[in-house]
């Protein structure tokens, strides 16, 4: 069974600040993994989405890397502002073998940036 | 245009009570999820349908039901509803069942007093 860990659990960083987040899962034979943003109140929104043949992918001031093998991710975030503060998701999406495959998701990394 | 919008957003009710959320996309995907998120705030996936076909089910009480009328619509029927069940429930839909492209609704706060 597929289990995804996120440290840490809450993060609050002045703004401007460089940050990693980290996640990590059980079943290292994975499809893909993504990351996501929610904001309160609101849905899931996608960031980023690495293939398992991938190392890292980049959108903007996000990077997200993937070590397939020893089942970690981490999402940087380069030069923080307000406006990242928000829950920060990680998901694994397991193929299911003879049965559809899923999406397991993390607890979330709650990140606030202040001013 | 909300690409996936459930309703309603918040619903209070009584224990026992029988309840409805309803869920529609206009993306064109072929799959769509219902997730419940507890109190820890973790997603777990309680059922997908694939073009109204029933294809993960996990380890949900009978007490909830899917319906899928069209591949545009989800809906989460729940009987006799518990303490336990207050949560949010989240839609999401994507192309396909191959795990990328996800869209999610805004969610749905279940109260269960």
């Known amino acids: 069974k597929q289990e995804v860990t996120q440290i840490p659990a809450a993060l609050s960083v002045p703004e401007g600040e460089n940050l990693v987040l980290n996640c990590s899962f059980t079943d290292s034979a994975i499809y893909n993994l993504q990351w996501f943003r929610q904001d309160p109140g609101k849905g899931l929104t996608s960031l980023l989405l690495?293939?398992?043949?991938?190392r890292e992918q980049t959108s903007g001031r996000l990077n997200a890397s993937l070590d397939k093998s020893s089942g970690r991710s981490t999402l940087y975030i380069a030069a923080s502002q307000p406006g990242d503060s928000a829950t920060y998701l990680c998901a694994v999406f397991n193929a299911g073998g003879t049965s559809y495959g899923k999406l397991t998701f993390g607890q979330g990394t709650i990140l606030t940036v202040h001013p | 245009d909300t690409a996936v919008s459930q309703t309603p957003k918040y619903l209070v009710t009584q224990m026992g009570n029988d309840k409805s959320i309803k869920c529609e996309q206009n993306l064109g995907h072929d799959t769509m999820y219902w997730y419940k998120q507890d109190s820890k705030k973790f997603l777990k996936i309680m059922f997908s349908?694939?073009?109204?076909?029933?294809?993960i089910n996990e380890t949900v009480p009978n007490r909830f039901s899917p319906k899928s009328p069209d591949k545009a619509h989800l809906n989460l029927h729940i009987n006799s509803l518990e303490l336990g069940d207050s949560a949010v429930y989240f839609c999401?839909?994507?192309?396909?069942?191959?795990?990328?492209?996800?869209?999610f609704g805004s969610g749905t706060r279940l109260t269960v007093v």
């Open positions: 349908y694939n073009n109204k076909e029933l294809i």
């Open positions: 690495i293939q398992s043949s991938q």
């Open positions: 999401a839909s994507s192309p396909d069942s191959q795990g990328y492209g996800y869209t």
